[in-house]
């Protein structure tokens, strides 16, 4: 019996009706973007991993758009899509609760230095609102913690496989996107989201077997399905519509270096659904980027499909997983008995019960976070050093945030966190920074004006005093410029009103000045 490899039939999971409704709007949608663009979409039950609906390309035949190329199976770009494997992967290692203190500064990490997406920092921020926001420098953190190799290893033992170019290792990188990926893997690895946190590979034909693997602990599977559903969709608020007519979606985006790739991944509690839009050939699509581009695409076939009543209920958390509240800068459980110890309070999602505390500082030089012990002169309140005596002392502690945490700080809590100057007659105990930064070429709280008569705008010329390594410039929290040592840098400043200056060393020494720009 020999039939012709041609003629004989597959029998597939797709469901015939919801593959040319899908075929039809990604048809439609891709109308609006730029020629050339190609775009590929998943959708997988989560059930048993079943394609749903599989388009590989755009239009087969349409050869501008390279529309042979089938794109669920292309090794691309993840952009960002990786993050929330490392952040459940971090919460079974213990490293961090949902609301664990993390700090997106300017930070090098050897000789990397990652940015964000729109170059603006956001100060210190809780792990649950660095994966929503997507911040890049939290998440080369934690990497850096966890292991760029064991994260890899990790990821490949679930079947979601990173392809590195040849002789290169796991870097930092990859969690921004360096590395390649196929979206069929990234598919059967986000199902684990809402298979208590079970993945696997995604099956075409009924034969397929069913292979599952564990991606994460089904408590950290909550967690990070609960952080990316409050992850309310752009252009609503939290809680604006009807919440019980549409599903409940985790979703997460993802752009590649140079907006070559736009990715959307989501998952409801009955489907995972990838997207993701480019252009086959890995030509740049500037201002095409995950949130813009392929976003508005996963919600539409997230929302047409068939769904039970339960699609919008929340579902409870499993037992491993506890609600407690913590304080910032420590990270521990706040304590009546200590409430002098908590200058911020949070609720958090913990794993296990396990509340780690805010990670210690890498750098040795500066200060660990947390409480500092020292001795004071009860009369004077000045800081005494080991050894040096007052007629009465007193013991105190001082909370400290991580270093690169204090230029987003308030007055206040800056005050609160400062250590009393040392008393005149003490040695010197090294606790001070041993020089402070300071900004040389405006004076704080000074105002400027572009010149007489001109339209160009306000021009300053700033260096910065006190350190001999790089210096990030930052206007109003946006990375501006890098300098080294007292290199001089100019701003032209378009804007006008109230703008801060900040310099910041690697180590987390700063400077900042307030100043005003007239018109």
Known sequence: HHDHPRQRRIATTIDIELQRSVQDRVSSYLERLPERT?????????????????????????????????????????????????????LDDGLIHSESLLVDAPQSFGDYRPGNFDSAFNGPVGAAEALRLSLNVPAVDLLDRVGAARFTA????????????????????IILGGVGARMQDLAGAYAALNRNGIGGSVRYTADDPLIERRVMSAGAAWIVREILEANPRPGYRPGTFDTGSRPRVAWKTGTSYGYRDAWAIGGTNQYTVAVWIGRPDGTPLPGQYGAVTALPLLFQVVDSLPRTVLASVAQAPPESVGEIEICWPLGLAFDEGRAEQCQQKHTAWTLDGVVPPTFAERDARTWSAGLVHVRIDARSGQRLSPGCAATAVKEIDILRWPALAYPWLSQAQRKQSSLPPLAAQCAADGLESSQELRIDGIADHSSIARAPNSDKPAIVRLRALGTTGAVAWLVNGRLEATTESTQTWEYAFAETGEQTITAMTDAGRWAQVRIRVLR
Not at 64 to 79: E, N, T
């Open 38 to 90: 190609s775009a590929a979409l998943l959708v997988v039950d989560n059930k048993d991993l079943s394609a749903l609906a599989y388009v590989g390309s755009a239009l087969f035949g349409d050869e501008a758009r390279l529309g042979h190329v089938d794109m669920v199976r292309a090794w691309r770009s993840p952009g960002s899509t990786l993050k929330p494997f490392l952040y459940g992967l971090a």
């Open 154 to 173: 990790r990821l490949a033992n679930t079947g979601l496989q990173l392809r590195l170019p040849r002789g290169v290792e796991p870097n930092l990188s």
